[in-house]
Every structure is written in C-alpha cells, then in structure tokens.
C-alpha cells in the first residue's frame, strides 16, 4: 500500500506538487494521466524516493520511503529515460541488480531469455531504443519488486512487445500482489492497463476514481421525440450535457441503465439509442464541469 | 473460453460479466463446474486480474458462482435465476420488435396474428405459411 498524503514539492519558484493526496492499494495497478509538465514524473520520483517532498508524507506499506534502504531494495522505478552503466552487457548488468534486489530470480532471469529475444552478452549501449527498454523491463521483472513504478513504460516498444510486457505485469499483479503505479498521457493505454486512475494538472491531482465505476454509472444518449423534447423528459434525470444535432438530441445522463431506458420510453422516443462512454468522454464532460477543457490536459 | 472486445465502448469488466452469465444461460458452462482461475484468465487474455476479480465478485452477489475457499470458483446451480434470465431478455426482444412493428405502421392486429402462427406452430408443428 502506498500512501501519499499532502504532498507539495518546489523547485524554486515553481510549486511542482501542490497538496495531492492519493493512495495505491496493495495489488493494483494505478495509472497517473497528465501533460507534459504536469507534475507526473516529480510525484513518481518522490514516491520512489528519489526527491524529498517539502510538505506531507509518502509512505510504503507505513514506512517513509525516503533514504530507506529496506523498503527501497523492494522498488524498482523506471524512468522515463533509461540509465545503464557504459558500456556494460545485459549479463553484467544482471550481475549489478543481483546484488542490489535481495529478491532477484535467476531462474525468472533465465527464463525470461524466451520472451526478449536478445542476447545477454550484447553490450547494451549498441542496441536501439526499443531493444533498451526490454532490456529495462527485463531486468526489472526478474528483480521481483513488490512495488513497481513506471514512468511512460511503453513508449518506444512495439505491438507485440507491448502486449508481452503487460501480460507478464498482469501475473505479477495475480500471482504476487505487486502494486505498481504508471503514468502516461494516453488515455488509451491506462483504460485496459489500470483499475484505477487519477489525472494531475499543474501539479494538483483533479480527479480520482476506480476505472470501472467511472464507466458504469454514466451513458450517452442519443433521442429523438415528434418535434421538441417534452419539458419532462429533462426532470428526474441527471443530464450533464445536452445538445441538439439536427432533430436529434445528445446528451450525457448520469444513473442506472434500466431506469434511464425505462424513462425515456415513457416519452415515446422515435429513436433511442444508449451507449456506454469511451474514458475520454468521461474525462471531456466531467471535467468541463470544473472548468478544464480536455485539451490542455491530455493529448 | 471467452474473447473479449478490447476496442469496444464497453467496460471489460461488464464485457466479462455478461460472457459468462451468457454461457452459463446457455449450458455451455454446467452447475459446479469450476470457472478458470483469476490468475490464468489474467494470463490467457491479457486483463488486469483485479478487473477479473471484481466481475467474479459480481457474479457470486447475483447468484450465478459461488467460491469454496482455496479451491475457487464454481457455477451455481441456480435454474430458477437462469429460467428469470432467459424470460427478462425474450420480453426485451419481443418489446423492441413490437415497437419497431407499430413505428413501421403495423397494427395490432397484425401483431397478434404472428402470435398466433407462432402459437400453431409449436403446439401442431405445422408449417408456418406465409399468409
């Protein structure tokens, strides 16, 4: 469990961090979303205890993370940009981490050499990109850290590739309870990534929520009456956002599938569609209705 | 056992929710039989095992699993919930094209009509002509 409570952190003028407060269950992969900018990679190195918060706490499973070798030696951050020592080999850095990770797997290390198909003799600094961040994720699943953050983890990697990272992070997350933390700015990634998410936006956290309850309880509707839509129609429902396109009326209603379908039908719709919003949509409105506009936000 | 659209509008944990209530309406899994574990269907499709675990929670509140501790989880026999199920979705079905019929200008009368072939149908197994 990881707990960040009234964190701020500036670099001289600039207030970095403001207040945030969040918490990341133990086994739950947790997705920060946010421009460039926005605090993303100062809140990740704080919580790997790379940077000293000025204000609040960030604690790992109760203990302060920071200057904290024991609860350190259980974490493995990976940044954004990746640092190898020059001029070194995948086997030799292996040789560095295991003495570094008391829980480094050999046999996992070992067996990994399936998955990556690059052999552990090639001095890393030769290999593309690509090929480097393997390397990265490589060495990290075999040091079987419980708590794992991930700044950008899968830039730069291929479909396939993609896919074989996340799943070996699904079984780790199934088999070991590991909890991890990702950041991104594509909301595409963190949808099927993560089951829960929280958006930074000048370093302040603005909204906070669990995947699947954001996605449930909201809908869009898509209705069209014999002329106006009846004054009641609007009543007894919770309507974010309307707007006419042509005779057909679009809006966002917040509320339980059944008893949204069974008031509109009271209307003698002449067309009725109801679907579920995709997790930009979601943020587009909720966040309208705190005055962001999604663009400055995300890209 | 199951495929998953991960490009669709709906949630993966709803996605999973009706896949398996709709295989156990369907009989394709039986009662008591053990549904695959969180951690192999994690692996299998590539989902995050907690979105996994919440739809299997769902599923035992509503009835259609139960789970024996240390062993996992199981189908319910539960006929009655099932019989309930089928019948919901059938007057869905029956709504929607009845109300398609009367957009289209049909009328009631019509309607009954089919009803009635329908009915003929199934007690005397004759052919349902077009008339």
């Excluded at chain 1, 794992?148 to 590739?161: F, K, Q, R, Y």
Aim: glycine share 6%.
């Amino acid at each position: 469990m990881i707990q960040i409570n009234h964190v701020s952190k500036r670099f001289g003028e600039l207030e970095a961090i403001k207040d945030v407060t969040f918490s990341v269950p133990k086994g739950s992969i947790y997705g920060l979303l946010g421009s460039n900018g926005a605090g993303k990679t100062t809140l990740m190195k704080m919580i790997a205890g790379i940077y000293k918060q000025n204000k609040g706490t960030i604690t790992i499973d109760g203990e302060p993370i920071f200057e904290n070798i024991k609860q350190k030696e259980r974490i493995i951050f990976l940044p954004d940009a990746l640092y190898f020592f020059p001029h070194t080999t995948i086997r030799q850095m292996a040789d560095f981490y295991r003495h570094i990770y008391p829980k480094w797997n050999e046999e996992r290390f070992y067996k990994m050499q399936e998955l990556f198909p690059i052999n552990m003799n090639q001095k890393i600094h030769r290999m593309s990109k690509g090929m480097q961040r393997q390397v990265a994720f490589w060495l990290t699943f075999s040091a079987m850290p419980d708590v794992l953050i991930l700044d950008e983890p899968l830039d730069g990697l291929d479909a396939v590739m993609r896919q074989k990272v996340k799943n070996i992070l699904f079984q780790d997350v199934a088999e070991r309870e590991m909890t991890v933390v990702i950041s991104s700015h594509n909301l595409f990634e963190v949808e099927d990534l993560c089951d829960r998410i929280g958006i930074l936006h000048h370093g302040s956290l603005i909204i906070e929520k669990e995947i699947d309850n954001l996605k449930t309880n909201i809908h869009k509707v898509q209705v069209a009456f014999h002329g106006q839509a009846p004054s009641s129609f609007f009543q007894q429902m919770d309507v974010i956002y309307k707007e006419y396109r042509g005779s057909v009326l679009l809006c966002i209603v917040r509320g339980k599938e059944e008893e949204i379908i069974a008031h509109i039908q009271k209307h003698d719709p002449i067309l009725f569609d109801l679907l579920p919003l995709t997790l930009e949509e979601i943020f587009i409105y909720e966040m309208g209705g705190k005055g962001y506009a999604i663009e400055n936000i995300l890209i | 056992m199951f495929d998953l659209d991960l490009r669709s509008r709906k949630p993966i944990y709803e996605q999973l929710i009706e896949k398996t209530k709709e295989m156990i309406i369907h009989d394709v899994l039986k009662p008591d039989e053990q549904l695959p574990s969180v951690r192999l269907l994690a692996k299998q499709l590539t989902i995050n095992p907690n979105t996994i675990q919440k739809a299997y929670r769902e599923l035992e509140r509503e009835g259609y699993i139960y789970s024996i501790p240390g062993k996992g989880s199981f189908v319910a026999n539960k006929k009655e919930a099932i019989y309930d199920e089928k019948v919901k979705q059938l007057e869905e079905n029956i709504l929607k094209l009845c109300q398609e019929a009367f957009y289209i200008g049909l009328k009631k009368e019509q309607i009954f009509s089919i009803v009635e072939r329908a009915e003929r149908a199934i007690r005397g197994g004759e052919e349902i002509d077009s008339n």
